[in-house]
């Protein structure tokens, strides 16, 4: 066994005549542990936010979108569809018709969205997922719609009640001037279902079937204001939409999930890596009790290191000595944080033993790259803070 090593675990598990010195050290070690747990707790509870947030955008988003760059809507032509076939990558696709429209119900107001989607829809988001009341929509059946929870809040909507309808209009194109009594494109429709999401998509978008909008807004047949796109492996999306790019060119826009909702993902992402930083510095906080053990540790065996010394021990050697103790004190505060932390997430998992809401347990998600981070970190600036704490060690101050 390494000499330097040898000593270091012979006085980390042998208690020293000081009992102030046993006790710094077994505050330093309740420090790593807490400290390692902390950590690990907070990066699985932010993997479980972000999975839990994603996966609200799998029910309001597709893999790819393709629009057009100039204008709000497109025709569909025989060389797109044949694009779309030979990418062995696409899953399926779906037409889509969006407009800003005007909705009135009852004596209440607002603005939103519609959006006409064809009978597969289902196929190309986890939409029929995200209802939290009544159905998705039923071709077979004209004039209903499924709004979001927001919307149907704000206008007092009922769920299939087939009471007074939700009038949905729409500003007539053109210029000159506008004839109020009749500048608006209208239809009424019955909400058969209502769903839940992230809180811009519940206040968005009323959901129709695609030949009701196109009838609303005096489409042409295949004239659409996008195509929306599922693909087999939703992690080659980048490369699918750079490929769909160059074989549609220039006149059509094609993005991933990420780049249409960019704005959110570098929020999750920049609340991560700044919930990170900032219990790193705790960890290093935690870790100067680990430095502080050593450097009493060192004065404590002040008179046993003049005799290694004097058998032939060399300095770098007795330095050795007390980095493997702060290292070997380090990594077992981790791994007994570590482990502590693994259970908590599971029981969470499993129990719910945190609620966010009375039917929603805080979503937690159980990562190897989690315990890497963790490892990496405590492990560095653990061996930092030992070498630190060792380079007091001189010959002058072992003589002296």
Do not use: C
Not at 187 to 192: D, E, K, L, S
Request: hydrophobic residues 50%.
């Amino acid at each position: 066994m390494n000499f330097s090593l040898y000593i270091a675990k012979r006085y980390l598990f042998t208690k020293t005549s000081n009992n102030a010195i046993n006790i710094i050290t077994i505050i330093a070690s309740f420090a790593v542990i807490v400290s390692s747990l902390v950590l690990f707790i907070i990066l699985s509870g932010f993997s479980g936010l972000r999975t839990f947030s994603y996966n609200l955008l799998d029910a309001s988003d597709p893999d790819i979108k393709i629009t057009a760059v100039k204008g709000k809507s497109f025709f569909v032509t025989d060389d797109i569809f044949n694009i779309l076939e030979n990418n062995k990558a696409i899953e399926a696709s779906s037409k889509i018709i969006e407009e800003r429209v005007f909705l009135e119900y009852n004596d209440k107001n607002e603005i939103a969205y519609i959006k006409g989607v064809e009978k597969n829809y289902t196929q190309i988001t986890n939409i029929d997922a995200a209802l939290s009341l009544g159905n998705w929509l039923e071709h077979e059946y004209t004039n209903t719609a499924v709004v979001g929870r927001t919307i149907a809040r704000k206008l007092s909507l009922g769920v299939r009640s087939f009471g007074e309808p939700l009038s949905i209009m729409v500003p007539k194109p053109g210029i000159g001037f506008i004839n109020p009594i009749n500048a608006f494109y209208k239809t009424n429709v019955q909400i058969v279902g209502l769903y839940t999401g992230t809180e811009d998509f519940e206040s968005k978008f009323v959901f129709v079937t695609l030949f009701q909008a196109k009838d609303l807004l005096k489409y042409k047949e295949n004239q659409v204001t996008a195509l929306e796109l599922k693909l087999i492996k939703a992690s080659n999306s980048d490369k699918v939409a750079d490929e769909l790019q160059i074989a549609l060119g220039n006149t059509y826009k094609v993005q991933t999930k990420e780049q249409l909702n960019e704005v959110f993902y570098k929020v999750i992402n920049t609340e991560n890596f700044v919930s990170y930083l900032i219990f790193t510095l705790i960890v290093i906080i935690a870790l100067f009790n680990v430095s502080g053990t050593i450097m009493m540790m060192i004065i404590d065996k002040k008179d046993n290191l003049k005799t290694l010394f004097s058998l032939g021990a060399t300095i770098k050697e007795i330095k050795k000595v007390f980095i493997f103790q702060g290292f070997l004190l380090t990594f077992i505060g981790m791994i007994i944080g570590l482990v502590l932390g693994i259970i908590l997430v599971l029981l969470q998992n499993k129990f719910g033993l945190l609620m966010i809401v009375e039917d929603l347990p805080y979503p937690v998600e159980l990562q190897f790259i989690n315990l890497f981070i963790v490892f990496l970190t405590i492990t560095i600036l653990g061996f930092l803070a030992a070498r630190i704490a060792s380079s007091r060690i001189s010959k002058e101050f072992i003589e002296k």
